[in-house]
C-alpha cells in the first residue's frame, strides 16, 4: 500500500521560504506511471493545485505560484519537496502532497496534509 | 484555467435517501480518446480527500457501489443511491483535462 507523508514547520514568518518534504512509501518515485504533487487547501475553501514533478525532474507549476515555486525531487530517499518563497498570510493552508497517474491524471493517494500557518 | 463549478454547496440529506450532486465546467472535459478527465474526491472530515470516481463514470478500488458518476463534455453528476452516515464530508469534482487542474467549490454532505 502506498503511503505518502508530509513533514516540515508549522510556523513560517512572512517573506520566509515555506519548505516541506513529502516522504513516499510501499511504491518508487521512480515508477514512470506517475507524477509526484502538491496541493494545498485554505482554511474552509476548497483545493488548489500547486505543482508537481516526474521522477526525471520535469516539473509543472501552477502560473499563480510559478514564480515563487520550486518542487524538487530525491529519488534515492524515494522523497520530493516543495519550496514556497516570500510567504505572506494568504499562503496560511493545509498542504497536501499526492500522486497523480500519468494516464488518466487522477490524484489516486494523498498524504494526510500539513497545516502551515504564516505568521510573525 | 478551466472553471469547475458545484452544486449545491451545502446538501442534506437523510440516511438511506439518494443523493445527486452536479459539477459543471467551463470547457468539454471530453479528450479526443473518449474519455472524460473528470474526477471526483470525498474529503472526510479531518482528512485528506480520497478518490471516489475517476474519468467520470469508474468507481476507485474500494469504493461502494452505491456511489455512481455520469456525465460527458461539461456536465457531470455523482449520485450516491442510499445515502449512509459515512458518507459525510465535503465532496469535490476536479478537472484534469488542462493543466493546471482545477477543483470545484466542493458540496458539503450532511445527515438530517
Known amino acids: 500500500q502506498v503511503q505518502l507523508q508530509e513533514s516540515g514547520p508549522g510556523l513560517v514568518k512572512p517573506s520566509q521560504t515555506l519548505s516541506l518534504t513529502c516522504s513516499v512509501s510501499g511504491g518508487s518515485i521512480s515508477s514512470g506511471d506517475y507524477y509526484w504533487s502538491w496541493i494545498r487547501q485554505h482554511p474552509g475553501k476548497g483545493l488548489e493545485w500547486l505543482g508537481y514533478i516526474y521522477y526525471s525532474g520535469t516539473t509543472y507549476y501552477n502560473p499563480s505560484l510559478k514564480s515563487r515555486l520550486t518542487i524538487s525531487v530525491d529519488t534515492s530517499k524515494n522523497q520530493f519537496s516543495l519550496k514556497l518563497s516570500s510567504v505572506t498570510a494568504a499562503d496560511t493552508a493545509v498542504y497536501y502532497c499526492?500522486?497523480?497517474?500519468?494516464?488518466?491524471?487522477?490524484?489516486?493517494?494523498w498524504g494526510q496534509g500539513t497545516l502551515v500557518t504564516v505568521s510573525s | 484555467d478551466i472553471v469547475v463549478t458545484q452544486s449545491p454547496l451545502s446538501l442534506p440529506v437523510t440516511p438511506g435517501e439518494p443523493a445527486s450532486i452536479s459539477c459543471r465546467s467551463s470547457?468539454?472535459?471530453?479528450?479526443?480518446?473518449?474519455?472524460?478527465?473528470l474526477h471526483w474526491y470525498l474529503q472526510k472530515p479531518g482528512q485528506s480527500p480520497q478518490l471516489l470516481i475517476y474519468?467520470?463514470?469508474n468507481r476507485a478500488s474500494g469504493v461502494p457501489d452505491r456511489f455512481s458518476g455520469s456525465g460527458s463534455g461539461t456536465d457531470f453528476t455523482l449520485e450516491i443511491n442510499r445515502v449512509e452516515a459515512e458518507d459525510v464530508g465535503v465532496y469535490h469534482c476536479m478537472q484534469a483535462l488542462q493543466t493546471p487542474p482545477t477543483f470545484g467549490q466542493g458540496t458539503k454532505l450532511e445527515i438530517k
Open positions: 474519468l467520470a463514470s
Open positions: 499526492a500522486r497523480r497517474t500519468v494516464i488518466n491524471h487522477e490524484f489516486d493517494y
Open positions: 470547457q468539454s472535459l471530453l479528450h479526443s480518446n473518449g474519455d472524460n478527465y
